[in-house]
């Protein structure tokens, strides 16, 4: 038995020797991405420039199209997470050498459908935010009602956020959308997408008349600026977003 064992350790071992090294600039890649992704949704700005210059940085080591594409995607998604809809011009200069995926996705961002993505999207080191079979399946939602299934059927809170920013610069995400939107990044702490998202919340409750949501909206926003205040981050209200 002992021998068994020590056989089956030895195959294991012999194995994972096999498998060659991930290369440095490929784990740097994915660090910095990570870490700047939290910084970013957490709107500590000079952390989040820091370790995103150094994903670049590590991208372009290798001068890998579709890594620097998919840091300025991941970079735009965030946004789009914080109701900024738009372009990613900072993905144009790598679009040419990239795959069908990215540019699909960058066309995505924009406001144009997402029928284009596959299940690549997810793959790699750096996964663009929400799952394709939920892209079009928000795409497909046509009343305020399917969109807001559409979206609470995505159990990943980026996911979301970044599917209900496509779907607020679509017009297709009413109040309890926007609402849901609020609870998924107050949920996780997400000082920069909770800031836009109660500013869309407060300019809503106002155009609608609705005193007593304007009033809790605008409270919970205060209470979170003077909070990023207190704490050295920058929560400011994207522009667009407020009323």
Same mark, same amino acid.
């Given at each position: 038995?002992?021998?068994?064992?020590?056989?089956?350790?030895?195959?294991?071992?012999?194995?994972?020797?096999?498998?060659?090294?991930?290369?440095?600039?490929?784990?740097?890649?994915?660090?910095?991405?990570?870490?700047?992704?939290?910084?970013?949704?957490?709107?500590?700005?000079? @952390? #989040? &420039?820091?370790?995103?210059?150094? =994903?670049?940085? *590590? /991208?372009? %080591? $290798?001068?890998? +199209?579709? !890594?620097?594409?998919?840091?300025?995607?991941?970079?735009?998604?965030?946004?789009?997470?914080?109701?900024?809809?738009?372009?990613?011009?900072?993905?144009?200069?790598?679009?040419?050498?990239?795959?069908?995926?990215?540019?699909?996705?960058?066309?995505?961002?924009?406001?144009?459908?997402?029928?284009?993505?596959? @299940? #690549? &999207?997810?793959?790699?080191?750096? =996964?663009?935010? *929400? /799952?394709? %079979? $939920?892209?079009? +399946?928000? !795409?497909?939602?046509?009343?305020?009602?399917?969109?807001?299934?559409?979206?609470?059927?995505?159990?990943?809170?980026?996911?979301?956020?970044?599917?209900?920013?496509?779907?607020?610069?679509?017009?297709?995400?009413?109040?309890?959308?926007?609402?849901?939107?609020?609870?998924?990044?107050?949920?996780?702490?997400?000082?920069?997408?909770?800031?836009?998202?109660? =500013?869309?919340?407060?300019?809503?409750?106002?155009?609608?008349?609705? !005193?007593?949501?304007?009033?809790?909206?605008?409270?919970?926003?205060?209470?979170?600026?003077?909070?990023?205040?207190?704490?050295?981050?920058?929560?400011?209200?994207?522009?667009?977003?407020?009323?």
């Amino acid at each position: 038995m002992r021998r068994r064992l020590l056989a089956v350790v030895t195959l294991w071992l012999a194995g994972c020797a096999a498998q060659p090294p991930v290369p440095g600039w490929r784990l740097d890649l994915r660090q910095a991405v990570e870490q700047g992704r939290a910084a970013e949704m957490e709107a500590r700005d000079r @952390a #989040a &420039a820091l370790h995103w210059a150094r =994903a670049e940085q *590590a /991208a372009r %080591r $290798a001068a890998d +199209a579709q !890594a620097l594409v998919r840091v300025a995607l991941v970079r735009c998604a965030l946004r789009l997470a914080a109701a900024q809809p738009g372009a990613c011009p900072a993905a144009q200069p790598y679009l040419e050498d990239a795959g069908d995926v990215e540019r699909a996705y960058a066309q995505w961002l924009a406001g144009g459908p997402p029928t284009a993505l596959t @299940a #690549a &999207a997810q793959a790699g080191e750096l =996964a663009l935010p *929400a /799952a394709p %079979r $939920a892209l079009a +399946a928000t !795409a497909a939602a046509n009343g305020a009602a399917e969109a807001l299934a559409a979206l609470n059927a995505l159990e990943d809170p980026l996911s979301r956020l970044v599917a209900g920013g496509w779907l607020w610069q679509a017009g297709r995400l009413d109040a309890a959308g926007v609402a849901l939107m609020v609870d998924t990044a107050a949920a996780q702490g997400w000082r920069r997408p909770l800031a836009a998202w109660l =500013a869309v919340q407060l300019r809503l409750a106002e155009h609608a008349g609705d !005193a007593d949501a304007a009033a809790r909206a605008r409270r919970r926003l205060h209470w979170l600026l003077q909070d990023a205040a207190q704490g050295g981050a920058s929560a400011a209200v994207p522009p667009g977003s407020g009323g």
